[in-house]
């Protein structure tokens, strides 16, 4: 066996399957595989590897994580992003967008203790402008910041967020997040499609996640775009701690063990009923809990 100090540290740049592109300190590119036949490496990934011949490589192991993204529903999980601090939910004001998945995208980020920018696209669509930002309207009340933009007029609003953070841009095909890529980074050339009007939605065009640098300190990350966010990899607790709005009322219940759904002397359902909780975010927490009490 090699001695650990011939593995080299890497970091996942690009991920295709089993295939992964890794970026070595030197600043070399290899492309490189995971040992064994199932393999939860995601791009992000801190990673020790071993050199072979043709930029190619092994993958011998995988640091510890920082934060992980990932989403998952009754059969899977689908790992997004691996030691990112900042979660970027890029909506639109066309096509349009689904707030059930940016709140279950934002409730994922809180879980994992990632911090959330929502960025809204095309905002010099400015009829479309209004509507987008009243569907946006209870996310800011809850505190999460918004940015509002045009990714093909002008991007530099967006920088002072990314200075210094690796941030993992989110969201629905269609909403522009190649366009972003473009804009923050010339040359990269990130495939971009026209939106089909008929489906109303965006042609799928990032296929695998790519790490890109902005600078030294500032890293990038494109995911393929969602049409849905599943979350019953989190817990009943987990749940509860994911909405931050709720930290105030948690533990004032008057049974220990309340659901949150009919119980008397809910404390959450009472926040609700007096307006310190939208009673909108109090069902959706009721629905995800149900999804994952369906798992146990």
């Not at 030197?26 to 930029?55: H, N």
């Not at 817990?235 to 533990?251: I, K, T, V």
């Amino acid at each position: 066996m090699n001695a650990p100090s011939s593995l080299l540290a890497g970091l996942i740049v690009a991920a295709h399957g089993r295939q992964y592109r890794v970026r070595l300190a030197s600043g070399e590119e290899w492309l490189c595989y995971p040992r064994g036949k199932k393999s939860e490496l995601v791009c992000g990934d801190c990673v020790r590897v071993r050199g072979g011949q043709s930029g190619l490589g092994v993958i011998e192991r995988a640091e510890a994580r920082s934060t992980l993204l990932y989403r998952s529903d009754a059969l899977r999980e689908k790992l997004i992003a691996a030691n990112v601090d900042q979660l970027i939910l890029v909506a639109a004001t066309e096509p349009a967008f689904s707030t059930a998945l940016l709140n279950r995208c934002l409730i994922a980020a809180e879980a994992a203790g990632i911090s959330s920018l929502i960025v809204l696209n095309k905002s010099d669509i400015s009829n479309k402008l209004p509507m987008a930002r009243q569907r946006l309207a209870l996310l800011t009340r809850l505190g999460y910041p918004l940015l509002e933009l045009s990714a093909t007029r002008d991007v530099r609003s967006l920088l002072p967020y990314l200075e210094g953070k690796t941030s993992v841009l989110v969201g629905q095909s269609g909403m522009g997040k190649s366009t972003l890529i473009n804009a923050l980074i010339p040359g990269v050339r990130a495939a971009t499609q026209e939106i089909s009007a008929a489906l109303a939605s965006g042609k799928h065009t990032t296929t695998h996640a790519q790490l890109y640098f902005l600078n030294p300190e500032s890293r990038l990350m494109d995911s393929p775009g969602l049409q849905e966010f599943g979350l019953r990899h989190l817990d009943f607790a987990a749940l509860e701690h994911a909405f931050p709005e709720f930290a105030l009322h948690l533990g004032n219940c008057r049974f220990r063990d309340c659901r949150h759904q009919r119980e008397p002397g809910c404390a959450l359902q009472a926040a609700a009923e007096s307006g310190q909780i939208e009673t909108e975010r109090l069902r959706l927490f009721q629905t995800l809990a149900q999804e994952a009490r369906g798992k146990e």
